[in-house]
């Protein structure tokens, strides 16, 4: 079983939708737990970051941590095209040593 | 602008050459990474350093090198012990506290022919 497991899609969505993405995870000891947003040949950007579990929003984004079920998401309200990239899952321990990333999920947001 | 810089964006490379990725970083951060980005595959850690004259190992270090000579620079090498090295390369830092997020630069894409 892999370590961080992500659907890797490709998810197409009308634009206005709302965008649910998820990563199942099977290390307890992950507590910090990150979401980014990659476009095409460019770096990974931050997008949300969350401790442990709970809800965080910013904007149009939501951010889910279900330490019990090993269960985190991300939802994006009102999707435009230009949410349309790969949108990768990442998560630490408490030492910040060992990042493990999910494969992403490839998004397209149609006009 | 507070960021991270790696050049070049392209590079292309005969096999059997070594090749050195350029990765500078002016965020005051004291942890740097280097990642391989493969189609279909989670990043992979290559090589990290938490400090100055100090680095360590990730999951995929066999054919690559690092040095950290600055706090602001952390080149890598790509040798040609590397088996497959046409890939992403992408560079990150972090405050060196545990659980701080990561952050990346642009990446190199190299070629090797």
């Known amino acids: 079983q892999k370590e961080v497991e992500q659907d890797p899609g490709p998810l197409s969505v009308p634009e206005g939708a709302i965008v649910s993405l998820n990563c199942t995870y099977s290390n307890s000891a992950f507590q910090y737990f990150m979401w980014y947003r990659q476009y095409s040949r460019k770096g990974p950007e931050l997008l949300m970051y969350?401790?442990?579990?709970g809800n965080k929003e910013d904007g149009r984004f939501t951010a889910q941590v279900d330490k019990s079920s090993k269960y985190i998401s991300l939802f994006i309200r009102d999707s435009q095209p230009s949410d349309s990239a790969t949108y990768l899952c990442?998560?630490?321990?408490?030492?910040?040593?060992?990042?493990?990333f999910g494969p992403g999920t490839r998004l397209s947001v149609l006009p | 602008d507070g960021g991270i810089t790696q050049s070049p964006k392209y590079l292309f490379r005969k096999e059997g050459q070594n090749v050195t990725l350029s990765c500078e970083q002016n965020?005051?951060?004291?942890?740097m990474y280097w990642y391989r980005q493969d189609p279909g595959q989670g990043l992979r850690l290559i090589y990290y350093?938490?400090?100055?004259?100090?680095?360590q190992k990730g999951d995929i270090a066999e054919g690559y090198s690092v040095s950290r000579e600055k706090k602001e620079s952390f080149p890598l090498t790509v040798t040609s012990a590397q088996k497959n090295p046409t890939a992403f390369y992408l560079c990150a830092s972090s405050i060196a506290a545990g659980g701080s997020p990561l952050h990346f630069g642009n990446g190199t894409r190299l070629t090797v022919t």
């Open positions: 965020l005051n951060h004291d942890a």
């Open positions: 969350t401790y442990s579990s």
């Open positions: 990442a998560m630490s321990d408490n030492y910040g040593q060992n990042f493990v």
């Open positions: 350093s938490q400090i100055v004259n100090d680095f």
